[in-house]
């Protein structure tokens, strides 16, 4: 089974503070993907790296930024957190060719106060 | 850019009942894929069944099979016979056909509620 973990379910934060996701991967896969879900929203693409040290920006880069030393890890990481960016953070991953399907974590639910 | 629109961001089905999600897409990309993923609540979200746009045939995963228009641009899930365990937010998403890091454009989702 493709098994995608994220570091924390449940995170709080205050404003201004520095903020680390990470993600890990065990299939390797070349593709991995951040994600922002917000209700009425869907998921909203942040970040994306299809090889190490590789990242291209999605839909909604700003105030956000990535890191990816080793294939099977993807960070994210918020250089000074803000209220508007509480939210839900899914992390997937996938192969570079093939089906197309994404594997997903089980999400970080991130709380800035 | 390809937007994806789903217009009910609730349903409700009685057990055992049939239901239909809607979703409907915009592209000028000829070849893509298109997918139904469910979030059960507090789970992890799971593909449940993909389209290529290049088959006429409409995909199906046992309960689950969807009714891809392509020339409409509308592509629903029909979840037969449902079940409890049915419940949970379903996203529509599409992908172009493109080599590489293949990005997903979801949908808003609609939330699914099963009444025993």
């Known amino acids: 089974d493709v098994k995608v973990t994220q570091s924390s379910r449940y995170l709080v934060k205050r404003t201004g503070e520095k903020v680390f996701l990470e993600c890990v991967q065990d299939?390797?896969?070349?593709?991995m993907f951040w994600y922002r879900q917000d209700p009425g929203l869907g998921l909203r693409l942040i970040y994306f790296s299809y090889d190490v040290k590789m990242k291209e920006k999605g839909d909604i880069p700003e105030g956000y930024s990535v890191s990816r030393e080793k294939k099977e890890r993807f960070s994210l990481i918020l250089e000074s957190a803000s209220t508007n960016q509480t939210s839900m953070y899914l992390c997937?991953?996938?192969?570079?060719?093939?089906?197309?399907?994404?594997?997903f974590g089980p999400g970080t639910r991130l709380t800035v106060t | 850019a390809q937007t994806v629109t789903q217009s009910q961001p609730e349903m409700s089905v009685q057990e055992a009942e049939t239901v239909t999600l809607s979703c409907t897409y915009d592209t000028s990309e000829s070849d893509y894929y298109l997918f139904w993923y469910k979030q059960p609540p507090s789970r992890q979200m799971i593909l449940v069944i993909r389209q290529e746009a290049y088959k006429q045939q409409n995909a199906t995963e046992n309960r689950f099979s969807v009714n891809f228009q392509k020339a409409a641009k509308s592509f629903s899930l029909k979840i037969s016979d449902s079940q409890l365990g049915d419940a949970a937010m379903y996203f529509c998403a599409y992908s172009p056909h493109l080599q590489g890091a293949q990005k997903l454009v979801f949908g808003q989702g609609t939330r699914l509620t099963i009444n025993p």
């Open positions: 299939m390797d896969h070349e593709n």
């Open positions: 997937a991953s996938s192969f570079y060719e093939g089906t197309y399907e994404q594997y």
